[in-house]
């Protein structure tokens, strides 16, 4: 973690009653986890917005993870089911601008998931390593 | 069971007349039951008393891992619920609290609680969990279910709610009890084993000033009464205390000094042994001056003087005398009582008390002939010449006479002083022999000898010197001594002379009191000091004595135990007050027993100086102390018998001083006008069935805890492990009905979940590890309830092998510890074995014994299994007017039907307090809002320390210091607990003081706090809105502890992101609309009508729609139950009541031919039937309906219950229609009542069950039917004793109390032939409508036919055929089977999704006549909640459409799963506030990104994005400033300013002033 430019920075859009929940028992649990997520509370993954995402690429995130409860266990029904949707769309749109779709990657989660958590944002940080920088970086804050 | 509910209905009405009843409901049981209840009564204008036994809520269900048949995560569909019974303020959460005694009758009640002590402070407790990490003490058991370890300062799990800490403790160790000193030696034990050596020591040495000696010498008690010696070996205390002692030297640990105010009053103390320095080292701690008078010129006393160096080393007795010196005691040797100093003297001398602890040194004799002679020596004397260091000599064959262990001690001096041959006399065997059997084992190891039953009777001499002892042989007889032991006595003619040169008698001592010959103190015949045994004062005022003055020879701890009472009493004598001390030691019961197993077996070790054989050196220690490691392995082995012990390392751990050790118990009163029971169950003690090999066998388990390994948060973390080597198992058994239907156990109910359970948990396990082989050994599936059967089938489909048959016993393998099972497979009728890696035992539910007790204070009647009695047409009252019951203490029951009991019990109570309702709600007036419009964003930041949960890892101090310089923060500071009382009053103060507009709280989870900061802005006059949490402690100080530098920056991030989106926020307003009174309930059957009468007993008008002409429904057609009771004459009653009910307006003939609105504010076109065609009964499928006549009538109403019932399907199959003797179970039943029956006196009766139902067309389980072949089995059986009667099944499923019934019917001769689903039974009808009948019996395999007089099929309910046409006018959903579905499976099983309309009755799936009623109920408690408040509040975080962007589309109406959205003006989108339920999927769809979620607009959650990585620019700005040596000029801050100058203000004037806004 020396030098700040080469770790990657992650943004999640966790749901209010899943994954943010799981992220917490994650703490209580005392579990271990790479420090390079920042997590934004929505109220359901269903309120994330394509704009919302492509703006974090833009302003140069290195990665996005989307995280809503688990299929069939959405407290708003289906909004989880709408956000798988339009992450896949998000990633195909990612593929096109050359970002690559694997900088995003939406989970299901339920709250009482807090190793799961865990492994999400070790397997994110290990692939966003991988995957070095996004290109978009500096210019994106800069201009 | 017979009685009705009508009989007590008038028994229900509260008081008598004229007083008002009161407006409390007391709920007992935090599980999802009393939550239920509690949340449904706060709601609709109750006070909730909620009492739970357990010191966190969320019972049983709190520890599932997933719930069946939808797969949802237990806690995700709980959690929020458990948080919302905490925060409400209409709910008084009492946790560890019972039920003492109850006063009073329905309406009034006066109930005494008890709140059991929880030893933590609730109030301060944060859930922080240091205390948790710091307590040594880990415990097996109780918690997690048995698997696992946690520790004495524990929570059930990590999210437990409220998240508060709990100690278990309940009793003193044994350990501890048995000491004279009462040392906690479990509480010292603790901290050695996890190697906090300060911190034992410590806590010794608070009841012990003598931990080193007594760590040499003490004779242990403790060890003789250790847990652990029923097992293997005691735990070697005395030795762990000296290590203690040894290893805080070595570390430098020093008693912290002590300042003590110097008192004038002086006290004597005579004799410098343990008793004497004890209890001068008391007084001198409390500031008296001591003197110590000594009449040796060594101090001591028998430590010195008994006891030799190989066992306790001078420099050891030095040192602890010597800190006693330095407390200011002054000791004089050489001053013998009675010679050179009188008691009357010292007292004359202005000594204000006097201490006798001389002690007892006159060795006894035995007084045998010859005990005079030469070589004949006294042991006592003998070994304090040796110890003083004089020359004493020893002869070649040495006889030492006594057993104790100063017989011991004196035998290895002997030997060490050069005797050649050294042997023990002692009458009695090894077993009696008082001294310690490891110094018995030491002094025969270095070569002395004992001879056991052995009585010296005279010692023979030869020129007067003695040359030999002459013995008897002696036996024990049956009889007992004094001592308890069995006497010895002499063997007749046994007499021999055994030779010697020297004996040495030592068989006790007596003290010397000739001091008190001239009666200054009284002296006991025995020639001890007479004292009261309370006080220790001796005769003469003033005067105290102790230790083996008084008790002649005791042991050392007795003589320090000693020294401190008299020290205690004299304390209080010389203060002027009574003497005897309070008692302080309470009450305290036998220890725990724990869990063991013969694979913790442990030997204890020892470490020893010599391997050879000869005795070492006169100072040479034999016994050397533990090093570390052994220690810590030998601590290990303790078993914490007394849980908690009481080491105070979670006083030290917690910052927020809640650790209270002395919390007593309480007890309260409160004022309630009903009471509603929901306390849960008990798992089923798997032990009893001792066949299964439970708390044996290690990987035998029970169903609750394999879920409890399932669970992501349990244990294992949710992997599969087995108990005996954490190895993944790779053949898993449940065994079903563990407990269950079984007479040997008397549990001869059926607990109704364990089938489900069970095969949820294989379905997890498929989905955990595919590969796994899951096998479930059942009798009948029992998957009675809605979507069940589909959840077995999807099992199936996944590999999980179902087999028929409960194996008769399990065995062990003993090299794999798989468990081998013997069975009878059913196909082959051959006797199967097969081993399993892990075996789960399904057992199933019972009452608790701590139930009963609290059933018994309130006088309600149990049932014969012991669970609350209930009326089945009165499911939710128990036998006393005004107790309610709900869940599983009615019934063994699932999730659904215990929160459908639970809003039913609610309904009930608030059915009897409707005149009290809201008479004692809380509410909380706030300050006005301030007007915050057109203002600068002026954020105010708080960043928490939290103890240093926080702060250990964030530099919080440095966070605050650079946010000074971030725009908008108007005022910055960190805080030791944001959340402490007087936290939140500076931060009301700051927001003032700075006139903050936002806040930002940089803490623990919002999850749980944002509430609480909310509602404090609202008390500082802020919009609850304008807050912003940072989660710096649950998710970063708390996971990246390994990560310092990682942890600060992420929390300077999610600070800096909050303080970004909080200078974004605008105030969120919620309006309220109007409330329409009164309820429409569409279906005048049983559960319209029920719904309609609780409803009015609650005081809301109804308007009930039916059909047809004829109210009862289906009811109409059923004439008994399985349980008896007189079904017609309820229904009469029901609907004369109806009727009677002025508040009822029934509208027969009529359908609801339009439903418009919302919650609250619905209107229905109801319109009347018609016509001579109409025929009211159901319109058969794809039928013309009938024809409304007549104009529409118009009903305004609050909300809707849909109870629209079920019917019963007419099957094509098994020659129905074909003869007249083939009936359903209905017409059976209505053909018994009626006397209609024509058969002859020995009948053959067939029944099929299953009928054109669990199968492709309708694959679901009707529920009633096996309960109906069983009732209508049952009453022919009755009517035709001779009758053969043959009930043909696939799963019997007499759930619940049912089971009785089956039972009762097998013994009454009804035969029950199961049939596989792929060979039903064919039917073949033959001339004039015989019934030729043909199957395959799997149990016999054999293929029977059957000429049947008469034949019943079980027949499937069928959903109605209008509900199509209803769930279109409603827009509420059916499932794959046509009936209604709720809105959640689980915890909202009477509500739509569609806030304001509700569900009951079979219209919801099949159900039982007790099940419609309770679930009618159930529906109004849920409907009060809306009808019982004027005006409902909306708006808040919703959605709001813009109509300059939008463009009529509609794609929000059509995704929006609450239908919120609406045409509005112009066509364009409107979103409904009091419909919205704030998810903002509609926000994130819009293709015309018309619509913002408020709260959540783009510009809030982009300002948190934006700032993060404003925050990664500047960092690299400034490594790159550095690099180049030049400065990078801030250019976010410009773009912000510019930003925040003009876009923003625009955008909180745009937000005012739009059209949805709230001003």
Redesign the interface.
């Known amino acids: 973690m020396g030098n700040n430019g080469s770790e990657p920075v992650i943004l999640a859009f966790c749901c209010h009653y899943c994954a943010y929940a799981a992220a917490d028992l994650a703490g209580s649990l005392r579990l271990s986890y790479p420090p390079n997520v920042r997590v934004l509370r929505v109220p359901c993954t269903g309120k994330v917005e394509v704009t919302h995402v492509l703006r974090a690429f833009e302003w140069g995130v290195d990665g996005v993870i989307v995280a809503g409860c688990l299929e069939g266990g959405c407290h708003f029904l289906e909004g989880n089911l709408r956000a798988r949707k339009r992450v896949e769309r998000t990633r195909q749109l990612l593929d096109e601008i050359g970002l690559g779709r694997e900088r995003l990657e939406m989970f299901n989660l339920s709250s009482a998931e807090g190793p799961r958590f865990a492994e999400i944002v070790r397997e994110m940080t290990e692939r966003l390593r991988r995957l070095g920088p996004s290109p978009l970086r500096c210019e994106g804050v800069l201009q | 069971m017979a009685s009705s509910g009508n009989n007590r209905n008038a028994k229900q009405s509260p008081g008598n007349g004229g007083s008002s009843p009161v407006g409390a409901v007391l709920v007992c049981g935090g599980g999802i039951a009393g939550i239920q209840a509690s949340l449904d009564l706060s709601a609709a204008g109750f006070r909730v008393h909620l009492a739970e036994s357990a010191p966190n809520i969320g019972g049983a269900m709190s520890k599932l891992?997933k719930t069946f048949p939808?797969?949802?995560?237990?806690?995700?569909?709980l959690?929020?619920k458990l948080v919302q019974c905490t925060r409400d303020i209409n709910i008084d959460l009492h946790t560890l609290t019972e039920i003492e005694a109850i006063k009073g009758e329905a309406g009034r009640f006066t109930v005494t609680l008890r709140r059991r002590p929880r030893f933590v402070n609730e109030k301060e407790c944060n859930g922080c969990?240091d205390c948790i990490r710091a307590c040594p003490v880990e415990l097996t058991g109780l918690l997690d279910c048995r698997i696992g370890r946690h520790k004495a300062i524990d929570r059930p799990l990590?999210?437990a709610v409220p998240n508060v800490v709990t100690i278990e403790k309940q009793q003193r160790p044994p350990c501890q009890m048995a000491c004279p000193l009462g040392q906690n030696a479990q509480g010292y034990i603790a901290p050695i084993r996890a190697g906090k050596y300060r911190e034992a020591i410590e806590l010794i040495r608070e009841t012990n000033p003598f931990p080193s000696i007594c760590g040499y010498v003490c004779h242990h008690p403790c060890e003789a009464a250790c847990e652990r010696g029923r097992y293997d070996d005691p735990i070697a205390i005395r030795a762990l205390k000296r290590f203690a002692v040894e290893k805080a030297a070595e570390i430098g640990w020093t008693p912290a000094p002590i300042e003590v105010e110097r008192r004038p009053e002086r006290v004597a103390i005579i004799g410098a042994g343990p008793a004497g320095l004890a209890a001068a080292n008391r007084l001198a701690r409390e500031g008296y001056g001591v003197t110590v008078f000594e009449a040796a010129e060594v101090l001591g006393g028998m430590l010195r003087l008994g006891i030799p160096e190989f066992r306790l080393p001078r420099h050891i007795i030095d040192a602890e005398i010597e800190a006693i010196r330095a407390l200011g005691v002054e000791i004089r040797t050489g001053m013998k009582l009675g010679e050179n100093i009188t008691i009357e003297g010292l007292l004359s001398e202005g000594y204000r008390a006097v201490f006798i602890a001389t002690g007892a040194y006159m060795g006894n004799r035995m007084g045998i002939e010859g005990e005079n002679l030469a070589g004949v020596h006294v042991g006592l004397d003998f070994i304090r010449r040796a110890n003083l260091g004089e020359r004493v000599s020893v002869g070649k064959r040495v006889a030492v006479i006594g057993g104790g262990n100063a017989a011991v001690d004196v035998a290895r001096v002997a030997k060490r002083l050069g005797a050649g041959e050294v042997t023990i006399l002692y009458r009695r065997t090894r077993h009696e022999m008082p001294a310690d059997p490891l110094e018995v084992a030491d002094a025969m190891y270095e070569g002395a000898r004992v001879r056991f039953l052995t009585q010296p009777v005279r010692i023979v001499a030869s020129n007067g010197r003695a040359t030999g002892v002459e013995c008897v042989r002696m036996r024990l007889s049956d009889e007992k001594d004094l001592s308890g032991r069995r006497r010895p006595v002499p063997i007749e003619g046994s007499e021999h002379v055994l030779p010697f040169d020297t004996v040495l008698i030592a068989i006790g001592q007596t003290p010397d009191t000739k001091f008190a010959e001239h009666g200054s103190v009284r002296v006991s015949k025995w020639s001890t000091i007479e004292v009261d045994p309370e006080t220790m004062q001796t005769s003469r005022p003033g005067v105290f004595a102790g230790g083996d003055v008084v008790v002649g020879a005791g042991t050392l701890v007795e003589a320090i135990a000693a020294g401190q009472r008299a020290a205690a009493t004299m304390l209080r004598y010389l203060a002027g007050e009574s003497l005897p001390e309070p008692n302080l030691t309470s009450g305290v019961a036998g220890p725990r027993r724990p869990q063991w197993s013969e694979q913790d077996r442990l030997r204890f070790e020892r470490m020893l100086a010599d391997g050879g054989v000869a005795p070492a050196p006169r100072a040479t220690l034999t016994e050397l102390g533990y090093d570390e490691k052994l220690a810590q392995r030998e601590a290990a082995r303790c078993l914490n018998c007394g849980l908690c012990a009481e080491c105070m390392e979670c006083v030290r751990a917690c910052k927020r001083n809640a650790v209270a050790h002395n919390q007593p118990e309480e007890r309260f009163d409160v004022e309630v006008g009903a009471i509603i029971l929901a306390p849960g169950y008990d798992a089923f003690d798997a032990k009893i069935k001792g066949e299964f090999g439970f708390g044996h066998y290690l990987n035998v388990i029970t169903g609750l805890q394999f879920e409890r390994m399932l669970?992501?948060?349990g244990p294992t973390?949710?992997a599969l492990r087995r108990p005996s080597d954490a190895a993944k198992p790779r053949r898993i058994a449940f065994i079903q009905c563990v407990g269950s239907r079984d007479t040997t156990c008397d549990n001869d109910y059926c607990s109704a979940v364990c089938c489900m359970a069970s095969t949820k948990q294989a379905i997890l396990v498929k989905e955990h590890e595919p590969a796994t082989d899951v096998t479930i050994f059942y009798i009948d599936l029992r998957a009675f309830g809605k979507d069940f059967d589909r959840y077995c089938d999807r099992a199936r489909k996944l590999g999980v092998r179902y087999v028929r048959a409960i194996p008769s016993r399990l065995m062990q393998m003993p090299d794999t510890r798989d468990s081998r099972l013997a069975y009878i497979d059913e196909k082959t009728m051959k006797r199967v074995e097969e081993e399993f890696g892990l075996v789960v035992l399904s057992s199933g539910l019972e009452p608790s014994a701590r139930l009963l007790e609290q059933a018994a204070r309130l006088g309600i009647r149990l049932n014969e299994w012991a669970f609350a009695a209930t009326d089945r047409l009165a499911p939710v009252r128990t036998s006393v007017a005004g107790i309610f019951v709900a869940g599983a203490f009615e019934e063994p029951k699932d999730i659904p039907d215990s929160v459908v009991q639970a809003s039913g019990a609610a309904a009930e109570a608030m059915a009897l307090l409707a005149r009290a309702r809201g008479s004692l709600l809380r509410t909380k007036v706030y300050p006005p809002q301030r007007d915050v419009k057109g203002e600068p964003p002026r954020v105010g930041v708080f960043v928490c320390h939290c103890g240093s949960n926080i702060a250990a890892v964030v530099d919080v101090e440095k966070i605050v210091e650079r946010l000074s310089a971030m725009p908008h923060v108007a005022y910055a500071e960190h805080t030791l607990y944001a959340c402490a009382d007087d936290s939140q009053a500076h931060l009301r103060e700051m927001i003032a003081e700075h006139r903050l507009n936002c806040v930002v709280v940089a803490s623990c989870?919002?999850?749980t706090h944002e509430p609480i900061f909310r509602d404090t802005l609202r008390e500082a006059g802020l919009n609850p809105c304008l807050l912003e949490m940072a989660?710096i402690?649950?998710?970063?100080s708390?996971?990246?502890?390994?990560?310092r530098?990682?942890?600060n920056?992420?929390a300077a991030?999610?600070v800096r992101?909050a303080v970004a989106r909080a200078a974004q926020l605008s105030p969120l307003q919620e309006d309220s609309i109007a409330v329409r009174p009164g309820a429409l309930v569409v279906g005048g059957g049983l559960a319209g009508l029920t719904a309609a009468l609780s409803l009015a007993e609650q005081s809301f008008s109804v308007n009930v729609v039916e059909k047809s002409d004829r109210l009862g429904g289906t009811l109409n057609d059923i004439h008994s139950q399985l349980e008896g009771g007189d079904i017609p004459a309820f229904l009469r009653d029901l609907i004369a009541r109806v009727e009677n009910q002025p508040l009822i307006k029934v509208h027969r003939q009529t359908t609801v031919a339009k439903v418009t609105g919302f919650v609250g504010n619905f209107t229905s076109e109801l319109k009347r039937n018609g016509g001579a065609g109409c025929q009211p009964v159901d319109v058969p499928e794809g039928g013309a309906g009938c024809q409304p006549v007549g104009s529409p009538e118009r009903i305004e109403h609050g909300v809707l219950i849909v109870a629209t019932g079920a019917t019963e399907h007419k099957p094509t199959s098994f020659g129905y229609g074909k003869s007249p003797r083939v009936v359903t179970q209905l017409e059976l039943d209505g053909r018994l009542a009626r006397g209609e029956l024509d058969l002859p006196e020995e009948p053959t009766i067939a029944m099929i069950q299953c009928v054109e139902q669990r199968c492709a067309e309708r694959p679901y389980c009707s529920r009633v039917c096996c309960a109906a072949a069983v009732k209508n089995a049952l009453a022919l059986r009755l009517r035709y004793p001779k009758s053969r009667i043959a009930v043909f099944y696939r799963d019997m499923r007499t759930y619940g109390f049912r089971e009785k019934y089956y039972k009762q019917a097998r013994e009454a001769g009804v035969l029950f032939i199961r049939y596989e689903e792929d060979r039903p039974p064919q039917v073949a009808i033959g001339e004039g409508g015989s019934v030729r009948l043909e199957t395959f019996d799997p149990t016999i395999q054999r293929r029977m036919e059957l000429d049947a007089d008469l034949l019943a099929l079980s027949v499937p309910m069928s959903p109605r055929a209008d509900r199509e046409e209803l769930s279109t006018l409603l827009r509420v959903p059916l499932n794959a089977d046509g009936f209604f579905l709720e809105a959640h499976m689980k915890l909202r099983p009477v509500d739509f999704?569609s806030e304001g309309i509700f569900l009951c009755g079979t219209a919801h799936a099949p159900k039982f006549i007790n099940e419609t009623i309770a679930q009618a109920k159930a529906a109004t408690a849920r409907a009060a909640s809306v009808l019982s408040r004027k005006r409902m509040p909306v708006g808040g975080?919703i959605s709001w459409v813009d109509p300059d962007k939008c463009v009529g589309c509609m794609t929000c109406y059509s995704?929006c799963?609450y239908m919120a959205p609406r045409v509005g003006a112009d066509n364009k989108a409107e979103v409904q506030p009091a419909i919205c339920?704030?998810?903002?999927?509609c926000?994130?769809?819009c293709p015309a990104?018309a619509i913002q979620?408020r709260h959540?607009t783009?510009e809030q959650?982009?300002a948190?994005?934006?700032e993060?990585?404003?925050v990664?620019?500047e960092?690299?700005?400034a490594?790159a400033g550095e690099d180049s040596g030049e400065g990078v000029a801030p250019?976010?801050w410009t773009r912000r300013a510019v930003r925040s100058a003009s876009q923003e203000a625009g955008e909180r004037e745009a937000a005012a002033t739009l059209p949805g806004a709230k001003k």
């Open positions: 891992d939808t797969g949802d995560c237990a806690t995700c569909i959690s929020p969990g990590a999210q669970s992501a948060s973390l949710g989870t919002p999850r989660n402690r649950d998710q970063c708390w996971v990246h502890a390994d990560n530098d990682g942890a920056r992420k991030d999610l992101m999704a975080q995704i799963p339920m704030g998810c903002g999927i926000a994130a769809e990104m979620l959540y783009n959650v982009l948190s994005v934006e993060l990585l404003n990664r620019a960092e690299r700005a490594v250019i976010r």
